[in-house]
């Protein structure tokens, strides 16, 4: 069988605060869109631009320790500017009408916080260096663990 890859890396704005519950088993999910934006110059010399929403969901993994949820749950707000890295899911359900819903979202596996809208950039895809507080330090570069890390794969 062929290898395959199903990698997202998004870096930009986050359009509010993370919503955050808890599963029955007591691990907790975040959900949070982020921005992203690029510019151009149309066919009559006037500068375009296009913002696109990605929808990232960010597990928890265990009750005991918080992962990824628990850092968006934290320290991101509304504005702030993130690294996500992750895979695109693709899922459907029923919405209370019966109506079929299809979601497009990006399961995070890493995520780099790099400060707040000033210290990013206006979120037009300005590089940034990690623009975190102190109080942040601890989570700047927080990878969470993968759930088949013990798999025996031969790749």
Known sequence: MARSLNKAIIIGNLGADPEVRTVSSGTKVAEFSVATSRQWKGRDGQQQEKTEWHRIIAWGYTPEKDGL????????????????????????????????????????????????????????????????????????????????????LPF
């Not at 509304?78 to 109506?99: A, F, H, L, P, S």
């Not at 707040?116 to 102190?134: L, T």
């Open 69 to 152: 949820a628990g850092v968006a749950e934290r320290f991101l707000k509304k504005g702030d500017r993130v690294y996500v890295e992750g895979q695109i899911e693709y899922r459907q359900y029923d919405d209370k009408e019966g109506v079929t819903r299809y979601v497009t979202e990006i399961r995070a596996d890493e995520m780099i916080m790099l400060g707040g809208r000033d210290a990013g950039g206006s979120g037009r895809g300005d590089h940034a260096s990690s623009g975190s507080s102190s109080s942040r330090s601890d989570y700047d570069d927080f990878k969470a663990p993968s759930p088949d890390e013990d798999d025996d």
